[in-house]
């Protein structure tokens, strides 16, 4: 996975203006505790909805296949023998991938692959065994950030999407139908949100949306899902749309319950009850993470002692580490994205002072190696990504290493596999052998959906008939021991 690095060249670079700064450092931010409890801006849905209605912008079509993220993601990505198609949103760089049956695929991603592929997991439900899918075909769609600087932390996401895609096609498709999938990057321009989402429905056929990143840009799409009641199964959770919607199944709980669970695990795996806050100063999710944390920090047995700021483009933070040491902090807990996290650990490590880190789960896949995160924790609202060898987690990393060869398991590529795994169970439920495939279908057994925790990948939710989602309330821990991550509580989730 491609490191989130650069921030303070991009901005000082001429060519942003300072709207385009401003979004840019909030998407940052938003990816930095996306996969870690909700994040929030200060652009009102108002504003973005009407962004999105003043745009005139086409969505053009081509037969041409390219990868997810642009250039930025590597070469050319292919799938099976299915045909491709590139979809270009408003200008900006988009793809659309149609998966076949199940080819090996070129993904050129950064890092190191996550293993050597393991036997082949054994078919799950509602394929057929490897035999041809000869059934109407499922179309999905996919209209996420994956270009610019939110758009690298993400993509591990959409390229998870892509392996499940290709794998359940390589085992006969859901009851014999194909799936295809068609992906369209909105930039982190709200505008082309609304008009991929739009094209993707009425020109491509797509019935459902899975697995979506857009933390910048997702509310710009509600008014249309919620419409034409186009359902959107996972994706990045970020925002309190997704759980204020009956047309979005989110994964995860939100900010609040996130947080609550997040304490109560950390509680159970240190000792130390002091913390202190570090966070981005640039958008309004990462005040609210700190509020959060002061909110139930003494329900769970914690102290907040120290609450500092920072810049995302700040390149040390040794009077943050100072302060938090002077103040008896023993655990920090910051909210940035994976590079600053690095840069506080260094700062506070130069000075000698060694907390317990409590990460976001936007972490670089090298953070286990790094000395001073020896013992740190982090809790997401997926399944582990790494540290226990349940069939649920070999079967993510068998299909990343078979169909994405080169993109290492990481927390919002778990994510990702796990909203992939929710609609898979809906539609085996929704497509029997022969019927076509339908969004009406879908809707009816997404609103079965009871206390279900879809076989682990998740915690327990519930998706009532036209209204809001139950959402789950627990969360899994990674816990950094011995330079490996470790899941010690291996698949079992702390709940609240």
């Not at 009407?50 to 969505?59: E, L």
Request: charged content about 15%; proline content about 7%.
């Amino acid at each position: 996975m491609a490191k989130v690095t650069g921030v303070a060249r991009a901005f000082r670079h001429p060519r942003y203006a300072s709207s385009r700064r401003r979004a840019v450092v909030i998407g940052a931010c938003a990816v930095a505790v996306l996969v870690a409890g909700g994040c929030g801006s200060r652009q009102s849905r108002s504003d973005i909805e009407a962004a999105a209605s003043s745009s005139g912008t086409p969505v053009a079509a081509n037969d041409s296949s390219g990868p997810v993220g642009g250039a930025a993601a590597g070469p050319e990505t292919t799938f099976g023998t299915a045909p491709t198609e590139t979809v270009a949103s408003g200008g900006g760089s988009a793809t659309t991938v149609a998966m076949g049956s199940g080819g090996a695929a070129s993904s050129g991603s950064a890092g190191a692959t996550s293993g050597a592929a393991a036997p082949a997991p054994s078919s799950s439900s509602g394929t057929s065994g490897g035999a041809a899918a000869a059934g109407a075909p499922i179309v999905i769609g996919n209209v996420s950030t994956t270009s610019g600087i939110a758009g690298t932390a993400q993509v591990p996401g959409v390229r998870a999407l892509q392996a499940w895609v290709a794998m359940v096609n390589s085992r006969g498709g859901i009851n014999g139908h194909p799936v295809k999938l068609v992906i369209a990057d909105d930039a982190g321009d709200p505008a082309r949100q609304a008009a991929a989402v739009k094209d993707l429905v009425e020109n491509k056929g797509v019935i459902a949306f899975v697995d979506d990143w857009a933390s910048q840009t997702s509310q710009a799409s509600r008014p249309y899902l919620e419409q034409r009641r186009i359902p959107v199964v996972g994706g990045d959770a970020s925002t309190n749309t997704w759980f204020s919607s009956p047309m979005l199944f989110p994964y995860q709980p939100p900010s609040d319950i996130y947080m609550q669970a997040r304490l109560k695990a950390l509680a159970s795996f240190t000792k130390n009850r002091k913390i202190a806050t570090i966070v981005c100063q640039e958008a309004a999710v990462c005040s609210e993470q700190a509020a959060s944390t002061k909110r139930f920090a003494a329900q769970f047995g914690f102290q907040v002692v120290y609450q500092g700021q920072g810049s995302l483009a700040q390149p040390d933070f040794t009077a943050e580490c100072i302060s938090a040491r002077s103040a008896g902090a023993d655990i920090i807990l910051p909210v940035f994205d994976a590079a600053t996290q690095r840069r506080i650990a260094q700062s506070c490590d130069r000075q000698g002072y060694k907390p317990h880190y409590n990460l976001s789960a936007a972490i670089d896949p090298d953070f286990a190696s790094i000395p001073a995160f020896e013992g740190a924790t982090m809790s997401m609202g997926s399944f582990p990504f790494d540290g226990t060898d349940s069939p649920v987690v070999r079967e993510y990393k068998d299909a990343l290493a078979k169909y994405t060869p080169g993109q290492v398991a990481v927390p919002i590529g778990a994510a990702g596999w796990a909203s992939s795994k929710m609609f898979e169970k809906v539609a085996t439920m929704a497509f029997t052998a022969g019927a076509k495939p339908t969004t009406q279908a879908l809707l009816n057994a997404l609103w079965t959906i009871h206390n279900d925790n879809f076989g682990g990948v998740v915690g327990p939710m519930t998706f009532p008939r036209d209204k809001p989602p139950i959402p789950s309330r627990c969360l899994a821990t990674i816990v950094i021991s011995g330079g490996r991550y470790t899941a010690p509580n291996g698949m079992a989730m702390t709940c609240v």
